[in-house]
């Protein structure tokens, strides 16, 4: 006989053994394993990681494993979010006894999590329109770019690269400091709020230069708090402002001492 094995997608704040449906992986049955008032979203399978070379494949088989988190989340509230392949060998009452060997960490993992989800906060700027608008307003600035035209091409050329210089530097004070005092508003409505150096510019903002990014854990009841101050931001000239949301916790989430 196969040796038994269950794939985790998530943990939910439940006592009940249910089934989920044919919603999983390949169109595998997701049910529940209860132990107290804590869960395991499973499906059975063998004890092999999931592996291919075919990437369309892959990467069908991971949004499939995001689903199943999302309709977990929708079901029970908020849920602990695995990454996608873990696999634990045995059968129902060996998750079970999983379950009961890590509650306590699990059971702390979920309190923190409770009635909150991630979010994701990306503040951009556009470069041209911040220099246009500081050149209306700088007296200096405006001499020197008046004066480029009335000198000798060589003048006008070290000129012109020290507005550009001089420009460059207001733009980037200008958006620090629009970053430095949103930041502390936006601390002011989440749980949690991490810098997320490695995200990615989004396709629609690839013309824009990333000013910031949070990864944030935010309260149900504060969601709408803090898209009104994102609001605010992403009215101000030359700034522009992406949220997405609400997310499984994956960022919130510690796993250092399960065993």
């Avoid at 049910?31 to 395991?40: G, R, S």
């Avoid at 430095?180 to 629609?204: C, M, P």
Wanted: proline share 2%.
């Amino acid at each position: 006989m196969a040796e038994e094995a269950r794939y985790v997608y998530s943990v939910a704040r439940t006592a009940i053994k249910e089934n989920l449906g044919e919603i999983g992986i390949e169109k595998r049955e997701v049910f529940t394993i209860p132990y107290k008032d804590i869960a395991a979203v499973v499906h059975s399978c063998l004890p092999q990681a999931y592996d291919t070379k075919d990437r369309a494949r892959a990467e069908e088989w991971v949004l499939e494993h995001s689903y199943v988190i999302d309709l977990a989340m929708k079901r029970f509230g908020s849920v602990l979010p695995f990454s996608f392949d873990v696999i634990l060998k045995g059968d129902d009452s060996a998750i079970a006894m999983w379950l009961e060997k890590n509650y306590k960490i699990l059971r702390e993992n979920i309190e923190n999590v409770q009635g909150k989800a991630e979010y994701t906060i990306q503040i951009y700027y556009h470069y041209d329109d911040l220099a246009g608008k500081i050149l209306e307003t700088d007296a200096e600035l405006n001499g020197m770019k008046n004066r480029i035209g009335k000198e000798s091409k060589g003048m006008a050329y070290l000129l012109q690269k020290k507005l550009d210089q001089k420009l460059k530097s207001l733009v980037s004070q200008k958006a620090a400091y629009l970053a430095e005092s949103s930041l502390s508003r936006i601390r002011s409505s989440v749980d949690e709020l991490k810098t997320d150096g490695k995200r990615r510019t989004a396709e629609n903002y690839k013309s824009l230069s990333l000013l910031a990014s949070y990864t944030c854990l935010v309260r149900n009841d504060m969601v709408a708090r803090l898209g009104e101050i994102l609001d605010e931001v992403n009215c101000q000239e030359g700034f522009r402002v992406r949220f997405t949301g609400p997310w499984a916790p994956f960022s919130f989430v510690d796993y250092r001492e399960l065993s």
